[in-house]
Nanobody, 123 residues
Framework: VQLQASGGGLVQSGGSLRLSCAAS????????MGWFRQAPGKEREFVAA????????LYADSVKGRFTISRDSAKNTVYLQMNSLKPEDTAGYYC?????????????????WGQGTQVTVSS
């Protein structure tokens, strides 16, 4: 499966963005999907994940209540709705796919990665 992330940009603190991860080659229904982020000089950080079942989700504590991950099987796309954005959310955001059924925050369990999309939140 190939993954293409988009939707990043520059937004003011408190604003919203929706990231998209379009998959091609295989249906996302075969995969658990996740979002990670990496800021300059920092390690890659888990953000959110959804298992093969759309109802199973997992969030990092830092984004819980502000971010929502969802999937649209008809469009073969996974979304990350980001509300109440903070400057510390500034990073490159990456989507990934795992063969695991349940959502997971462990990067090494993900088999496929897309390129990043930059999110910059100004104060």
């Amino acid at each position: 499966v190939q993954l293409q992330a988009s939707g990043g940009g520059l937004v003011q603190s408190g604003g919203s963005l929706r990231l998209s991860c379009a998959a091609s080659g295989r249906s996302i229904s075969r995969y658990g999907m996740g979002w990670f982020r990496q800021a300059p000089g920092k390690e890659r950080e888990f953000v959110a994940a959804t298992g093969r079942s759309a109802g199973s989700t997992l969030y990092a504590d830092s984004v819980k209540g502000r971010f929502t991950i969802s999937r649209d099987s008809a469009k073969n796309t996974v979304y990350l709705q980001m509300n109440s954005l903070k400057p510390e959310d500034t990073a490159g955001y990456y989507c990934a796919a795992t063969n695991l059924v349940a959502p997971t925050s462990t990067p090494s369990f993900y088999n496929y990665w897309g390129q990043g999309t930059q999110v910059t939140v100004s104060s």
